[in-house]
């Protein structure tokens, strides 16, 4: 019941600063976090042949015992790492990181997953012991407005194995780059970042390496939507920019698929007159 499902949580509350997070997979769509994604339509991708893929939405109790939305994940049941995690950024602020890692115990609503085989469908923490690799956060706690968003990205479905170099050094520029730049909106600014999975696992044989790491946002600047695309590393290690289009262009040859399209839904014309007037430039 849920009864016994708050029990379980006030219980490892206590022997934990932070609270716990948790997430719930719904079906084939994002019918209950749709809002992080511009115009409410979550990136066009068909995953490679073979490769099981599960939408999340990412949440946690809140104050008042309700569940609350923070974010969006495409998660890879196959590669046991995140396909990618949305998100819309608002004014970054100093928010005190907790690096309590959960994993999805159970959903929000329900108790389906939660047993001694929990690690079947995801990674747990156990299978990033002495493996070499950061476990890095596609939505970061740097792009993070308050405490319960900072919490719900400490989760095994919104990070994979990451190169501790690249991790600590250049992606980290980048994403201290990306606050700069969307704080520049005239408004909150819609984000996508993804992973593009290795031929290899950590040592347990089971999880999947990123190879790369990629990045889109769009938003309002000067009344005109714009967006830019960034992947990493390229073949000098660092982070490279280029526009959304060339960027779903590497990602199809990346994931060896048709295409992909990170914001397929133009903003809508019945808004009011700033944005009727702005043209659309995140493609």
């Known amino acids: 019941t849920r009864f016994t499902m708050r029990h379980l949580v006030f219980l490892l509350l206590l022997s934990s600063v932070c609270f716990f997070a948790l997430s719930e997979v719904v079906g084939n769509n994002f019918s209950k976090c749709k809002e992080f994604f511009l115009n409410t339509a979550p990136p066009d991708f068909t995953p490679p042949w073979g490769v099981s893929v599960k939408p999340i939405c990412q949440c946690i109790w809140d104050d008042n015992d309700k569940e609350m939305y923070l974010y969006a994940t495409l998660y890879s049941t196959t590669w046991k790492i995140p396909v990618y995690s949305a998100y819309v950024f608002r004014e970054s602020k100093s928010i005190g990181r907790c690096?309590?890692?959960?994993?999805?115990?159970?959903?929000?609503?329900?108790?389906?997953?939660?047993?001694?085989?929990?690690?079947?469908?995801?990674a747990v923490n156990r299978d990033y012991e002495k493996s070499g690799y950061d476990k890095g956060h596609?939505?970061?706690?740097?792009?993070?407005?308050?405490?319960?968003?900072m919490l719900a990205t400490s989760t095994l479905t919104n990070a994979a194995p990451q190169n501790p170099d690249f991790n600590r050094n250049a992606?980290?520029?980048?994403?201290?780059?990306?606050?700069?730049?969307l704080e520049s909106c005239d408004e909150a600014a819609y984000v996508v970042t993804g992973v593009v999975p290795d031929t290899k696992t950590i040592?347990?044989?089971?999880?999947?390496?990123s190879k790369y790491y990629w990045r889109a946002t769009c938003c309002l600047k000067n009344s005109q939507y714009t967006g830019k695309g960034y992947y990493g590393p390229d073949n000098n290690g660092k982070v490279e920019e280029l526009t959304i289009k060339d960027l779903q262009?590497?990602?199809?040859?990346?994931?060896q698929i048709q295409k992909i399209e990170i914001f397929p839904s133009i903003p809508p014309l019945n808004q009011p007159a700033k944005i009727t007037k702005t043209t659309y430039t995140c493609n």
């Open 249 to 255: 262009n590497k990602l199809s040859g990346f994931y």
């Open 99 to 122: 690096d309590v890692w959960y994993f999805v115990v159970f959903p929000c609503m329900r108790p389906k997953g939660y047993g001694t085989n929990i690690g079947t469908n995801q």
């Open 171 to 181: 992606w980290l520029r980048h994403e201290e780059a990306v606050i700069e730049d």
């Open 138 to 149: 596609l939505y970061p706690v740097l792009h993070t407005d308050n405490h319960l968003s």
């Open 203 to 209: 040592p347990n044989k089971k999880v999947t390496v």
